[in-house]
Each structure stands twice: as structure tokens, then as C-alpha cells.
């Protein structure tokens, strides 16, 4: 079927799971919204530019992990220096995510894509990489359910474009039982030696020939 014809689905589908996955999470929202307000005080909520679908910039909702510290210069961290132990749970349960359920509500995000990533990369894309915002981002997606930031760059962007090739409503139910797995076995949250991922500064590899497929 015409891919255009389904996207209206996926639509309906990310709306209809996000409210239902969200009224269930509530209480555990209001507690995370506590432990934080405790540990690191206000805000509670992180929010940071990303790219979504074309290319269109939207603000990502996520809960938050790290301090403000600052160096004497005042720039940030690292942030292995920022990561309270609070944030290292909540990212490695990927509890952090459960605001983004917000996004999906307002239609910045689906359930099921390639990550939204920081605005800054935006210049840094090849021609092939940058194919990956044909599809609306995801809370899940095929780097989530493939191995997360135990991938490089150009794994990750070969499993962005693949999906974008592939996509169907199938994969994405498929994909969301990989991420789930995933998840309960805190798989490749870190990449070796940092906190989280190193920034992307450009590619030289086409994702197209690193490989793909779930």
C-alpha cells in the first residue's frame, strides 16, 4: 500500500498508544517529577531544540539528568561531570524519555522513528544521512532496538535511512518489541569511554553502504 496512505495511521496509532501509555505511566511521572525536584530542584523538565520531520525544528521534552556546573570560563562540563547518579538511573531505565510522550500528543514526534537530533547538526549531514528526516523522529526506533550508542555514527545513520526505505506499520510494531527488550536489559546506553555519545562532527562514510536492517 501507497506509503502516503499509512502515514495517516501511524498518526492515529501514535496518538491513540502515547495517551494510553502515558495515563498508565502517570504515577510513575509524579514520582520521577518528585525524586528530581529533591535532588536537583527546578526545572524538572529538559528542553532542548532538535530536528524533527523536513527538517523543522521543535523542542524536546525529556526529564532531566544533568546540572547547569560550569567551568570558570562558564562553559558547561563534560557530561560525565554533570550526570547526577539520580540521571544515571533515569537513563539507563530510560525513564528520561517518558516526557516525550508529550511530543508525540502534539505531533513533533512519533512512537516509532529515527532519534531527533541536536539542531547544530544540521550542516553536518551528508546528502544520505540527511534522508533520515523524510519520517517523523521516534521515542523508539531502528538505533534504539539495534544497539543504541554502542553504535557509531554511521551505523546509527545507516539504520535511520534503512528504516526510512523499509518503513511500514509491521516494522514499526516490530521494532517497538526490540526497544522494549532493550530497555529491560539496559543495553548500550553509553558508548565506551563517555557519559552518553560523543557529538556527531561529520561523516565521511555514506550510510548507505555502512549496511542495515533490524
Known sequence: MNRQLLLPVKRIFDVAGSLIILTLLLPLFGVTAVLLFLSMGRPILFRQPRLGRGGRSFA??????????R???????????????????????????IPELINVLKGDMSLVGPRP???????????????????????????????RNALSWEEKFALDVWYVDNWSLWLDFKILLLTAWKVLRREGVSAQGHATMPKFTGGQQSPGKAGGGL
Open 117 to 147: 537530533l541536536l539542531v547544530e547538526y544540521r550542516e553536518l549531514y551528508s546528502p544520505e544521512q540527511w534522508r533520515r528526516h523524510e519520517m517523523p523522529p521516534g521515542m523508539a526506533g531502528p538505533v534504539l532496538a539495534g544497539g
Open 60 to 69: 524536546i521534552y525529556k526529564f532531566r539528568t544533568m546540572t547547569d556546573a
Open 71 to 97: 567551568d570558570q570560563n562558564g562553559n558547561l562540563l563534560p557530561d560525565e561531570n554533570r550526570l547526577t547518579a539520580t540521571g544515571k538511573f533515569l537513563r539507563k531505565s530510560t525513564l528520561d524519555e
